[in-house]
């Protein structure tokens, strides 16, 4: 291995063990992809992830700066093919290879920054938040799925925008009150966190089931070596949903919902048996 080779698989590595340290379940899925798909997908990954860190989490510092900094580095990168900061060169090198359009990162980076101003939504800046946020994330990963093969791309870009949207959606009841009361924002539009009910509760939740039948189909017809992780993350996802369709809105408003780790393992259990059987 020379130099440069030495240079880029630790940057990936980097986006591997950023990975892992934050999403225990993100990372069980792409373990289960075929070992060429993973350190695009940790690239992609890790990029996203310090991105919402900046409006997230650094409360200290001045978001607005460090995110136009991230903007500009994130390019600078992507121009210059090369970085210093291992998760932008880890992600440079994924949107080279596999031809992620830069339409599909300033969406992303669109929604970044709506986090720094925006507290309330009404249903175009809901939509607009869920493409940048999630919808996009899994146009990128499905560009490495398909590895140049753009009319399979074409074919199942709708159900991997929905796909992205229903994790999105699910993120959003699931943390509703710590979203409000942590960041002041209630994402979801016409819904007042003081008054969140039953019914609001029901019309958000209508919305995610059409958005997973619309993916399932999807998720079927995915190469195989990126079929199982995506399944798995999706069963996962079915089961939080269940989980908090159980929930009365109050409940939903007061306490956080998971799935359990021995859930999780039952889950993968099963999900592998069906994908070896050709039963997903």
Not at 143 to 171: H, S, T
Not at 215 to 226: H, Q
């Amino acid at each position: 291995m020379n130099h440069i080779e030495l240079y880029n698989t630790t940057c990936s590595a980097c986006s591997s063990l950023i990975t892992r340290r934050y999403s225990t379940s993100f990372s069980l899925g792409i373990r289960l992809f075929h070992p060429r798909f993973r350190g695009p997908i940790y690239g992609i990954y890790g990029f996203v992830r310090f991105a919402d860190e900046i409006v997230d989490t650094f409360h200290h510092c001045d978001k607005a700066t460090l995110l136009a900094r991230f903007r500009e580095d994130t390019y600078r990168a992507i121009d210059e093919r090369i970085s210093l900061n291992p998760v932008l060169h880890a992600f440079q090198e994924v949107v080279h290879r596999y031809g992620i359009e830069r339409e599909l990162i300033d969406a992303f980076l669109k929604s970044m920054e709506m986090d720094l101003y925006k507290n309330v939504y009404d249903a175009d800046g809901y939509q607009e938040y869920i493409y940048g946020s999630a919808e996009v994330v899994g146009l990128m990963c499905l560009r490495v799925f398909c590895e140049g093969d753009d009319a399979r791309y074409q074919a199942l870009k709708e159900p991997a925008r929905r796909l992205g949207a229903a994790f999105q959606k699910i993120n959003f009841l699931r943390d509703i009150r710590s979203d409000h009361d942590e960041r002041g924002r209630v994402y979801f539009p016409g819904v007042d966190f003081q008054r969140f009910d039953n019914e609001a509760k029901r019309r958000i939740e209508a919305d995610i089931r059409a958005d997973f039948d619309a993916a399932l189909g999807g998720i079927r017809r995915l190469p195989k070596g990126a079929r199982l992780g995506v399944y798995v993350a999706y069963k996962y996802y079915t089961q939080l949903f269940a989980k908090i369709e159980r929930a009365p809105a109050q409940r939903i408003a007061q306490e956080r919902f998971r799935v359990s780790d021995r859930r999780k393992m039952l889950l993968l259990f099963s999900s592998t048996l069906r994908h070896q059987l050709n039963f997903l």
